[in-house]
């Protein structure tokens, strides 16, 4: 299955105490981490205003650019570019840990599988076509301004328009920023086959071993290597494209931050720790950050292999640092719910799929009335979120749509 930015183009750039023992299953049925509930909401919503970035980065390409960019826009953006989809893999990663844990192993696939799979279909067939219309109108790659007409030939697999635009054989189907949606399925997938043998009385023992063994130092460095090592095998043979079929570092990066996400908040001596290290993660970030910038702008420490692994390594090091510090800061800060965090996290998968689709076809009206560089993006992201709220109200009372934009009714 296809390419996730686009049928037409690729998008480009984005002391320590040991752990006693692991949560034994009845007291991981208990637990709920507050700030994960934040950290979720916080880091789809970042999509937003990142996604809204891409309309003014200079040098990285999109389904439809502003008259207006900034290269200083695109070294603040290379921040977050570093760590959110990572981040949000782990985040996913701990979510599923809880939610397996609380259900009957059959009962939890069986919700899990429509849940991903029929929003993504959806969005395939309805959401994302509108970004795929922008594109490839305003890039002059198919002259058709008729929506519905390009609908239809969209959806038809022969049609001659898109014999050039063919994403994987035949097929010219897309599922641009829904491409997470494919990737988390078949990591549940994964997890779910192997979580009998996770939770037997077999592994018993090698969850005491790394509840021995486990301390923040490792948990710090062991993941940079690991980064590194994937980066080292598989970045320049396969470089990311969101193919699912051939999209071997981005799996590579993705999985495992999804099985730290979920085997990390089963060692809550570790987890709970990240906060009192929230000082030291910080100015370490920082450095990192400091240095892809000098590299991304042109900066080396040289041509020879000693410097290229120390180059790769300070990159991997920056994602993982930055995915630690704002987990740490997020247990410092948020200790508590409200209703509005519930009302988000309600939403949030539902805004989700919508937020890129808002963006592009906001954009592709509001840009060319040239309104300035400061009001055309504040007008873009506050219509983008005002449309987000309304489809979300408005389609969560519906009979059987809300499940085709990942609402879940209670």
Known sequence: MTQAHSVLTAHQPDSHSPLPRPYTQAEFHRQRLVELDW?????????????????????????????????????????????????????????????????????????????????????????VVPQVYVEANSKGLINLTDYWH?????????????????????????????????????????????????????????????????????????????????????????????????DWYNHARSLLCFVLGFALVRMPQVWSQFASIRWHLLPIALLTYAYTLFAFNGGSL??????????????SANGWLWILTIIAWAQHWFTFSNPLLKYLNSGVYCFYILHQTLIIVIAYFVAPHKVGPVLEPLLIISAVAIGCVVIFEVVKRLPVVPVLFGIQKK
């Not at 916080?42 to 900034?70: P, R």
């Not at 782990?90 to 919700?111: E, N, T, Y």
């Not at 043998?197 to 948990?219: D, G, H, N, Q």
């Not at 040289?302 to 990159?315: H, M, S, T, V």
């Open 150 to 246: 390009f609908w239809h030939i969209y959806l038809d697999q022969t049609s001659a328009e898109f014999a050039p635009h063919k994403t994987l054989g035949q097929l010219h189907l897309t599922w641009n920023h829904l491409w997470f949606l494919p990737y988390i399925l078949a990591y549940t997938l994964i997890l779910w086959a192997l979580y009998p043998l996770i939770t037997s009385r077999a592994c018993a023992p090698v969850w005491r071993w790394l509840s021995s063994k486990c301390t923040l130092s490792l948990v710090v460095l062991v993941p940079v290597v690991l980064f590194h090592g994937i980066g080292w095998w598989l970045y320049s043979k396969y470089p990311t494209t969101h193919n699912f079929v051939e």
């Open 302 to 315: 040289g041509d020879n292999r000693i410097a290229q692994e120390i180059n790769g390594f300070i990159w």
């Open 39 to 127: 950290l979720r909401v916080l880091v789809f919503g970042l999509l937003i205003f990142y996604h809204t970035g891409m309309l003014y980065a200079e040098g990285w390409d999109y389904h439809y650019k502003s008259t207006y960019t900034s290269k200083l826009l695109t070294n603040i953006m290379l921040w977050s570019n570093q760590w959110r989809m990572s981040l949000l893999f782990l985040i996913s990663g701990a979510a599923i840990s809880f939610l397996i844990a609380k259900q009957p192993w059959g009962q939890f696939i069986r919700k899990r599988i429509p849940l991903l799979l029929l929003p993504l279909l959806f969005g395939i067939l309805v959401v």
